[in-house]
């Protein structure tokens, strides 16, 4: 086969290919659209882990795209061959057409890079999304007899993964997660979190704690303390040198329960407006972060 016949074929399918990437990328958004705000917001609440699965669902989505538009390209390539496609090309001195090759080959490097830089976007949220799924569901587990719940609670300084509320106080629970290759040991001090040798600041990771305690603060009428704890999935925790936060994993994450002071306790009726507080905030009509 001569180069204006497999030029004019992998043209015509490249463009049906773009055609289909285009036509799926439109309905995306016109679903998104027409699908509004869900039914009964108000009483929805935020589950573990989902602003994660709604991140894996768009990147399993775009992943579906760029496949179907690769398998458009090679049945439209295979027909266009099959079939004796027009000839686009006729008469082209050569290094037209080798422009043309290499306009397609850009095209197919650019594909192939959005394929790979997908699938390992959705590996990672994949990742994210089961390490704060495993910690959400044990701490429902304790939240049955120690409070209530909430997952992906906003504040004006980020999202906290989950905050415990009951008459024993507040545990903010942020969630660090990294892969465990060499099965190694995680400890804390006030400022760092080490992952085997590999150091983290962990106060950018829990400043969602202290500006929830700070936002709290018209509710109860004095100061509240949110306590902060670190979950770190897969990892065994090794030591912990500082009193700032308390470090654990999805098995250990009951230590929780006996963190606590006196003073960080709660009267019924201010565990009651803070619940009241953060179910407002967790609701699918979601207001905005610290307002009242």
Request: net charge positive.
């Amino acid at each position: 086969m001569d180069l204006q016949a497999i030029g004019a074929s992998a043209t015509l399918a490249l463009f049906c290919a773009i055609v289909f990437i285009l036509a799926i990328r439109t309905w995306h958004r016109l679903a998104r659209v027409l699908t509004g705000h869900p039914s009964f917001a108000d009483s929805i609440m935020s589950e573990a882990a989902e602003r994660f699965r709604n991140e894996l669902q768009a990147l399993s989505r775009r992943q579906s795209a760029w496949i179907g538009a690769a398998i458009v390209f090679v049945v439209m390539y295979a027909a266009a061959t099959l079939l004796g496609g027009p000839v686009l090309f006729a008469g082209y001195p050569a290094w037209q057409l080798y422009g043309v090759f290499a306009a397609l080959l850009a095209a197919a490097v650019f594909a192939a890079w959005q394929l790979l830089h997908n699938f390992l976007a959705w590996r990672q949220v994949r990742f994210l999304h089961d390490a704060n799924l495993a910690v959400g569901h044990q701490l429902q587990k304790i939240a049955a007899g120690h409070g209530r719940a909430y997952h992906d609670v906003p504040t004006a300084s980020g999202m906290i993964d989950h905050v415990l509320v009951g008459q024993n106080g507040i545990y903010a629970v942020t969630v660090i997660a990294r892969r465990n290759w060499r099965k190694g040991q995680a400890s804390i001090d006030d400022n760092e979190l080490r992952f085997g040798a590999e150091p983290m600041p962990v106060v950018d990771a829990t400043a969602g704690a202290r500006r929830l305690g700070r936002e709290l603060r018209h509710l109860t009428g004095r100061n509240v303390r949110v306590r902060s704890v670190v979950a770190v999935p897969g990892w065994d925790v090794a030591e912990q040198l500082g009193r700032e936060h308390l470090l654990v994993n999805e098995r250990t994450l009951p230590m929780l329960r006996g963190w606590r002071e006196p003073s960080d306790c709660l009267m019924d009726d201010e565990a009651a407006a803070i619940q009241a507080e953060l179910t407002r905030r967790c609701s699918r009509r979601r207001p905005k972060a610290g307002t009242a």
